[in-house]
């Protein structure tokens, strides 16, 4: 059976408080960077157990190492995203567009 004493009641009830009071603010917002950064730090974690099981690496270096791989994945990943938006900037800058006379635009003007 599962025992709580008062003072993990009290930090665990503080912490859904707060957790309510920020779903309910204008700041929901952070909830997905929270989420995120879990889910990295959950990565980071399970690099290092492989990295530590693998290659039998102490703690640091196992640490170390999957710091360094999850870094060159988010790096990659950025890379990626720069090409695409560098495409997507090109594809925008060579688009035809018709030629708008002198007189149309004297018109439209009026």
């Known amino acids: 059976m599962l025992t709580a004493n008062i003072a993990s009641l009290i930090g ?19 909830f997905t960077f929270m989420g995120a950064g879990m889910l990295f730090w959950g990565l980071v974690e399970v690099l290092r157990l492989s990295m530590q099981a693998l290659f039998e690496l102490p703690l640091i270096y196992s640490y170390l190492t999957a710091s360094m791989l999850s870094m060159a994945l988010i ?3 950025l890379l990626r ?6 495409r997507a900037l090109h594809e925008r800058r060579c688009i035809e567009h018709t030629p708008v006379y002198e007189e149309e635009q004297q018109c439209s003007s009026r």
Do not use: M, N
């Open 12 to 30: 665990l009830s503080l912490i859904a408080a707060t957790l309510i009071a920020v779903f309910f603010s204008p700041y929901r917002r952070l």
């Open 75 to 77: 790096a990659i990943l």
């Open 81 to 86: 995203e720069d090409r695409r938006a560098e």
